[in-house]
């Protein structure tokens, strides 16, 4: 059993990592005052979270037995800088949200998804991760989109986390409780003949929440699904053990899992001792034997990420700035980044710039 002082200081010490910096949510955003020249990106949501009150756009802590959905249009600022989000405060203008709607079917949001996929009608969906509100889920997708680290139609599941610190429980039981939804909402979109590719991109506790809908998919027997998705793990906050035990129901996937690993994760290594001194899947390093064995059991290319560059001092985030230490944005796709080891998805070790890995790690 874990002290409660040694929470405490776990706590403490993840406070004076992250500073106090404004937590963004949906009643604090206000329209950009010019929106001209402004580029606008169309989001869409479902959320295990509870709304506020009916007919509103404002998503709480609280669990919501089935989920909602919604569509925002959130504006860019014209000096947007890769890989952040720019706040309301700032010196300049911010990402602010300039419409918003209630979507009242999980059939009208899939008529919303084939109507902007584009061409390619490829569809991305964001999981978010630990300690995070709705609303800065939200702009995270609007700056992963904005970026082209995400390129198809961006979805985002956002389930309800209570962005606290100290909430760490509340949110793995929350996101316990949300694996099913994400299942479900999985096997709609890839039972849709209109929808192409499926991406899911899954942060930290967020890639955990993915696994576990992976394994509820093939439990329920629809490879169907499966094979329609590629799934990229960033930091993911999972057990070892658990991961194991996870793809062991899971199995290989068509399409290669990509998990995105940083030994030097400071988020991850205090989780890992916060759990009995349990290594977490996201502090992997390539080198381990571990990589290698997943790799070629259950067709994973493990990337290590650590040269990335991240805004927050714990070096949690690095997945949102992919592409920008290489000068230049792409998508996760083809994962041309800065120089970094990884382990294919036949279990060999490759080190070479990120442009030399897209054959090693995107291979079908």
Known sequence: MIGRGRIARVILVLVLATGCATRPDLPMMQAAESLQDMRQIQLLAVTTRARQSPGTNVFTRARSATPNHAVFTVAIPRDHRPGRIESIGRTGSAMAVTSQGIV???????????????????????????????????LRLAQLSADGVLHGTPVLFSWPSEARLQGYLYDRD????????????????????????????????????????????????????????????????????VFAAQMAIVGPLRVPMKVLVAPDDRALILSGRLSGEVPRLGTLKVTDPRAARLARAYNIAVLDISQARASDRLGHDRYAWLGVSAGSAGSLRDLRRAGAFAVNAVGEIVAAPFGALGAALATD
Do not use: C, K
């Open 104 to 138: 009242t079917s999980r059939a009208a949001l899939l008529d919303l998804v084939a109507a902007d996929a584009g061409p390619a009608r490829d569809v991305s969906i964001f999981v978010h991760g630990y300690n995070l509100n709705f609303g800065e889920s939200l």
């Open 174 to 241: 929350s996101a316990t409780v949300s694996r099913d939804a994400l299942a479900v909402l999985l096997a709609d979109l890839a039972g849709d003949p209109r929808i192409g590719n499926i991406e899911v991109l899954a942060h930290s506790l967020g890639g955990w929440l993915a696994v576990e809908a992976l394994r509820q998919l093939r439990l329920a027997g629809r490879e169907d699904v499966l094979d329609r998705l590629d799934i990229v793990l960033a930091a993911p906050d999972i057990d070892m053990d």
